[in-house]
């Protein structure tokens, strides 16, 4: 009976352990803290928005973001995901969460206008879109669910409409796409691992990579998809004053200036034809 | 019934304490099930992409399984042997793959064998593109699954009793004879059985082969690459391809258990 009798407590001990342990999860769940589901271009815009966010309030606040594909964050949503934000690169993924029921359509504000570049690795020296046909070029692209992938396709298919290129061209440069990836940072982390020649990305992951080994080429106007960045709160939201709180901080001067500064565009510049270069 | 004996109760008591865990395990199956739609399944099952998927899975699984084998044995063999001895630490080095996170695994397959990578460099210079084919998919495959194929077989080889090896070479048998004649009919259950882990391991595969080879329909998009895809735009056909393979892990399941336990 020895083995038995140290056995006894060690189970009352490890299930009490465990107990203590979710009760202090439980507490560190329930602090106040917004949630914000955001698509992956906006990691460094949005975490700058937060961080002067949190200097312009009383006390200290918790902001927690899920940078993600819009998609993937839409069906994360779609599926009951707890959240009080949610950024989306276009308008379908923002309709997928309304349509799930849990954003109000009159809630949907316009965030910034962004526009996309050719993003290649250093020493590639690409000069215009045409380059990307090359049949040498390995090229990928965030997948045809992905916001920036729906813009891609979109460029692509703007730009065939031009004699000079020719009515091929989209298929031309689909055929050196050898990867379709879940996000467009992951497209992005291809390029500067010198993996992939090239790839179609924001103008403001441009700017946010501009201290790594890559080039950036810009794209004419003439050829942009229209490309608004949405954000909404969720109905359900845990602080919806805190949620409108930073929606409005993200409107206010102070906030335009960090989307600019971070390569977006206001969004009046959205509406109208977009200014040159 | 109040049990009296400290050990009918401890039995008792165990079934309780089991369940919760059984169940937990049971949940996924059971969520799929609940959230099918039988009306689309001829849908979902004829949207090229499926098909697409299930191609690549099938042929990359399999190639990389035969794979697995023809270069594990020679390894499960010479590591069965070395069971004392400096050499058994060895024994690690196919042990790590196992319990090493695959996206770690795909992102260090990348780092080594991709364009820059230092292995990959030296392939470049042949024109040679590891990553974003096919066989990158194999690659990471190998890479996950040979691993277990050989803990199984080693496993297996060791069945062997000492005294009966050394009885065919001492009948004048050479190393191959005794290895095809007294080794492998012992081993072959064990064999058999990592062969089949082997090729389980390769079909769940998604980390490292989303890293290392990226998705490309028809190219590198294996089958849980694919439901990864349909869950953003298509759940019923997710939920599907889902259902679809935990019917062949069911199948492999209750082969698996045919061949340890071949009484029941």
């Known amino acids: ?277 | 019934m109040t049990a009296s004996h400290p050990r009918t109760f401890w039995k008792e008591t165990a079934f309780w304490l089991a369940l919760p865990l059984l169940i937990f395990l049971v949940l996924p199956v059971l969520g799929l099930g609940a959230a099918l739609d039988w009306t689309k399944i001829g849908q979902a099952i004829a949207l090229p992409s499926v098909r697409s998927a299930v191609a690549v899975s099938l042929v990359t699984t399999t190639a990389a399984t035969l794979l697995s084998a023809v270069l594990g044995l020679p390894v499960a063999w010479w590591l069965a042997s070395r069971q004392r001895g400096p050499w058994r630490h060895l024994e690690a080095i196919v042990e790590f793959p196992i319990i090493l996170p695959p996206a770690v695994a795909g992102l260090g397959l990348l780092l080594a064998l991709g364009r820059n990578g230092f292995l990959g460099q030296w392939f470049e210079g042949f024109g040679w593109q590891i990553p974003f084919t096919t066989v990158a998919v194999v690659l990471a495959q190998i890479f996950v699954g040979a691993p277990l194929f050989i803990k199984h077989a080693i496993a297996g080889l060791r069945l062997v009793p000492g005294e009966l090896r050394e009885a065919a070479e001492v009948m004048g048998a050479s190393p191959l004879q005794s290895l095809r004649h007294v080794a492998l009919p012992i081993a072959a259950p064990a064999i058999a059985g990592g062969l089949v882990a082997c090729w389980a391991r390769a079909l769940g595969e998604f980390g490292a082969t989303l890293l290392f080879a990226g998705s490309f329909p028809g190219r590198t998009e294996t089958l849980p690459l694919a439901i990864y895809q349909l869950m953003e735009h298509d759940m019923q056909g997710a939920i599907i391809v889902s259902l679809l393979l935990l019917i062949v892990a069911l199948a492999v399941l209750a082969g698996l258990r045919m061949l340890w336990h071949p009484e029941t």
């Open chain 1, 1 to 277: 009976m020895q083995s038995a009798k140290w056995k006894w407590w060690v189970f009352p001990l490890v299930a009490g352990l465990l107990a203590a342990g979710c009760g202090k999860v439980v507490e560190r769940l329930s602090e106040p803290r917004l949630s914000i589901f955001a698509a992956a271009s906006l990691r460094e815009s949005l975490t700058e928005m937060a961080r002067k966010f949190e200097q312009s309030r009383q006390q200290p606040l918790p902001i927690e973001f899920q940078f993600l594909g819009s998609q993937q964050l839409a069906t994360q949503l779609g599926q009951g995901a707890p959240a009080d934000l949610f950024f989306s690169a276009n308008h379908s993924q923002m309709q997928r969460v309304i349509e799930a029921g849990r954003v109000a359509p009159g809630q949907v504000r316009k965030v910034a206008c962004n526009r996309l570049i050719i993003l290649s690795r250093a020493g590639l020296h690409l000069e215009e879109l045409r380059d990307l046909a090359h049949p040498k070029r390995t090229l990928v692209l965030a997948s045809p669910n992905v916001p920036a992938g729906r813009y891609a396709r979109q460029l692509l298919t703007n730009a065939s409409t031009l004699d000079r290129l020719g009515k091929d061209f989209r298929h031309r440069v689909e055929a050196q796409v050898v990867s379709f990836e879940p996000n467009v940072r992951a497209a992005t982390a291809r390029v500067r691992l010198g993996e992939a020649d090239a790839t179609l990305a924001y103008a403001t992951d441009g700017k946010a990579l501009s201290n790594e080994a890559v080039e950036i080429t810009n794209i004419p106007e003439a050829w942009q998809p229209k490309i608004i960045f949405y954000a909404a709160p969720l109905k359900d939201g845990r602080h919806p004053e805190l949620a409108r709180a930073f929606l409005d901080f993200c409107g206010s001067p102070e906030g335009r200036a960090i989307w600019i500064a971070a390569g977006f565009r206001s969004t009046e510049s959205c509406d109208g034809p977009l200014p040159p270069d």
